[in-house]
């Protein structure tokens, strides 16, 4: 019999790209998948354009009030009957041979998780950044030997996991809605027994202006220090913080340093916050600047590292400034 999958996707008010969403799932070139709609709470039309989907005996909607994406996931894991499983974003969509080769690679080479490239698009699916995955795809990684698996994009989508990850662990996500991922995956891939990667760009990320990405506000930003906080301490209490020292601390330059102060930049009155960023960086990590993994950073990264290091933020909110005058030139 073939291997039962479970797709989990938690949705809240997405009425303009949940059937885009589902379509690409219902529609896999792999059939037998289990597939669990998470309605968070949902107040437009999202709940009643799925309803149709129902008809496919392999979706089952899950309805409660909002509590954020982390918690809808966790209630879609709860449910989860498949060995493997995959979350997918509500607004995003995927290829429609991904589970197919995500399994069958995982099967073949006896693997616990199996990661895939991606495209970041806007809403018309142009391709707006390429991936930075350092990963080759004929490798198998060991986590505690190939320590570096740990860097990889922390997203909880793009990627086909053993459920047993999750279940016998006991982790799962936070009930927030930002920065769960970073608190949450790190865990499951240092948890891997074997790990593989395919290169081709099998799901496609939707960035658009309403998405979590772009909200810009000082509570969110928050909620990263307190992610960074769990995933330390973690590591410290199954003692792993030693074996996974450097990729903790490079960890903390990207999310919170480079990633943080760059969003912080962007939003008013957030001077006292920057400054808590750096002062918890160099409280956890004080020789941040001589970490290996430095070099993975894209050219954007680096000089977004390069500006906040020597306290030059004044152009990141130029950039801003310019691209927002332009924006507004172009609709003229």
Known sequence: MDTLVTVVVPFYNVEKYIESCMNSIVNQTYKNLEIILVNDGSKDHSRSLVEKYLKDKRVKIIDQVNMGIG????????HANGEYILFVDSDDKLELNMIEKLLNTAKMKDLDLVICGYKRVNERFEELEKDSIHLQEDKIYYPTK????????????GKLYKTKLFKESGICFPNRVWAEDLQTIPKIIALSRKIGYIKDPLYYYVQHSGSIMSSKTLDRQKESLEAMNDLIDY?????????YAKELEFLCI??????GINC????????AMILEFR??????FPDFHK????????????KFYDWIDHDQIWKIQLGDRIKREVKKWKKH
């Open 146 to 157: 190939d320590k570096s698996v740990l860097l990889t994009d922390p997203s909880a989508w």
């Open 279 to 284: 002062k918890y960086i160099n409280n956890h």
């Open 264 to 271: 912080l930049a962007r939003i008013p009155k957030s001077k």
């Open 235 to 243: 590591f410290k209490e199954n003692n792993l913080d030693k074996i």
């Open 254 to 259: 990207a999310h919170i340093y480079v990633f």
């Open 71 to 78: 918690e809808a996931r966790n209630s879609g894991l709860i």
């Open 291 to 302: 970490n290996p993994y430095l070099s993975n950073f894209t050219p954007k990264e680096r």
